[in-house]
């Protein structure tokens, strides 16, 4: 059974954060930045919430607020999905279907362990297939 622990192992546990009193503009910044559609919220040592780009669409811009006067806190969501470093891949993929979210950190006992996109997900199944196809296409024509 492969579970989120592989996606880290291969990606690594760099998460981008920030704290809840930032303003939205400056996280917004921060995303662009780094060209991730995602931001953990940190308060203090402890993991709080996450902000996302439809954070901002719909907390933000359709709400008509300004982003130079908004907090991530006021406009994150929270409480958030996650999952622990030994969830299985099929519920990490479930979760983020039904929930219709694209982002879901690996948290233990409030720790930060990394965060799994839907994107790494998918790249994660198609190594595996193009593996179960490669091994197939030598077992019925041998080497090349």
Do not use: W
């Not at 669409?57 to 008509?64: D, E, M, Q």
């Not at 994107?119 to 090349?144: F, P, S």
């Amino acid at each position: 059974m492969v579970t989120a622990q592989a996606i880290l192992d291969k990606k690594g546990t760099d998460v981008a954060t920030v704290r809840h009193d930032t303003n939205v503009r400056e996280a917004a910044r921060l995303m662009n930045e780094k060209r991730i559609g995602a931001l953990v919220v940190t308060k203090g040592e402890n993991v709080i919430g996450i902000f996302t780009e439809r954070d901002i669409l719909t907390r933000v811009i359709a709400a008509g607020r300004r982003s130079d006067d908004t907090l991530v806190e006021e406009a994150m969501t929270a409480p958030m999905a996650c999952c622990h470093r030994d969830t299985p891949l099929d519920e990490c993929r479930s979760v983020m279907t039904e929930k219709r979210i694209r982002h879901l950190p690996v948290v233990e006992d409030g720790v930060l362990h990394g965060l799994i996109s839907s994107g790494d997900i998918l790249a994660h199944e198609v190594a595996h297939q193009q593996a179960t196809i490669e091994y197939l296409h030598e077992y019925l024509y041998g080497r090349r």
